[in-house]
């Protein structure tokens, strides 16, 4: 019998590895020529191939990309670094699965792994390159350094969102990123859910109310609210989506809430207000607060304050419990 013959070790082409990494074969053809970050592996009358220590080494450089690391110094880092040191650079890579037939369906502009962020900041970047990637913990991790840095309203305004409206242009434009979307905005609440008050004892006695009624089912909105709120030691009772009409009185009632902030994202059609007159009924009655653009209907509607964004809900609350707007 003869010997039996090593295998030969599995390496990668360039589209590969970018589908691996979530970043477009241009981009690695760019690191390749300006930081010599390219495929290692080479026969003769074929393309160069990419190792699992070129691999380990792009991940490093993409991976510190995300944390906000310039390009070149995290190439830099990446090439440096010592092959032993480089997590997976000595494991034998799995060959790529074989790809789907087409089934007729024609390509739509906009079907590449990028997400087009408006003109945002680095933060903003990294954040789309880690959710394009379906890296949890990238995106987990981006989002708190961010809200410890600059607090919820501004991670809110300047990385979170334009990246959601990125993915959402993308989705619209494609019809493909759910997963980025739902794989986000988890994070995106783990990470807000771990803003946590701050030293001392919270400013309002009656606490604000903060549900979605049914058939709402966003809830990301509410959980900034109640981040932000939190940064300013204001106690909240989140009461999440779907949440029925009468439970919300039932809940004003037993908590003599100072206000109610209620979300509506208006997919399911614009939003349905609560019974306005069992609300009045509690004494004292709340303050009732509406956010998003389900609720466009209501804007000057006496009694309702319609918050245009988280920074207006923000400051309504913030006045309401302060005392420059009288509590019902």
């Known amino acids: 019998m003869a010997d039996s013959q090593p295998s030969t070790p599995v390496t990668l082409e360039v589209a590969a590895v970018a589908r691996r990494l979530g970043v477009a074969t241009g981009t690695l053809r760019t690191w390749d020529r300006r930081y010599g970050l390219g495929p290692s592996e080479h026969q003769a009358g074929t393309r160069r191939r990419y190792t699992a220590a070129d691999l380990a080494r792009l991940t490093l450089m993409h991976r510190l990309m995300l944390e906000g690391v310039g390009a070149a110094e995290a190439a830099r880092a990446a090439t440096e670094t010592e092959a032993d040191q480089l997590p997976g650079a000595d494991q034998p890579l799995r060959p790529e699965p074989p790809a789907a037939a087409p089934r007729g369906r024609r390509s739509r502009p906009g079907g590449g792994r990028v997400v087009a962020t408006r003109e945002a900041g680095?933060?903003?970047?990294?954040?789309?390159?880690?959710?394009?990637?379906?890296?949890?913990?990238a995106c987990t991790a981006l989002l708190r350094t961010s809200l410890a840095r600059s607090g919820v309203v501004d991670t809110w305004n300047d990385v979170l969102l334009p990246v959601l409206a990125g993915v959402g242009d993308r989705w619209r434009s494609t019809g493909a990123g759910v997963e980025v979307e739902h794989l986000l905005s988890e994070c995106a609440e783990a990470a807000l859910r771990g803003v946590t008050d701050p030293d001392g004892p919270a400013r309002n006695a009656r606490p604000v109310l903060l549900a979605a009624l049914e058939p709402e089912d966003h809830r990301l909105p509410l959980v900034a609210l109640a981040a932000a709120l939190a940064e300013r030691r204001i106690a909240t009772r989140p009461l999440g989506a779907r949440l029925p009409a009468r439970?919300?009185?039932?809940?004003?009632?037993?908590?003599?809430?100072?206000?109610?902030?209620?979300?509506?994202?208006?997919?399911?059609?614009?939003?349905?207000?609560?019974?306005?007159?069992?609300?009045?009924?509690?004494?004292?009655?709340?303050?009732?607060?509406?956010?998003?653009?389900?609720?466009?209907?209501?804007?000057?509607?006496?009694?309702?304050?319609?918050?245009?964004?988280?920074?207006?809900?923000?400051?309504?609350?913030?006045?309401?419990?302060?005392?420059?707007?009288?509590?019902?």
């Open 122 to 137: 680095p933060a903003a970047r990294g954040l789309a390159r880690a959710a394009m990637s379906l890296d949890s913990d």
């Open 247 to 328: 439970a919300l009185v039932d809940a004003v009632t037993r908590t003599g809430a100072l206000a109610v902030f209620l979300w509506s994202q208006g997919a399911a059609g614009p939003g349905r207000l609560p019974d306005e007159e069992a609300l009045q009924a509690v004494r004292p009655p709340p303050v009732l607060l509406l956010g998003g653009p389900g609720w466009d209907a209501e804007r000057g509607r006496p009694g309702v304050t319609v918050c245009a964004d988280l920074e207006s809900a923000v400051g309504a609350v913030v006045a309401l419990v302060s005392g420059r707007v009288p509590a019902r």
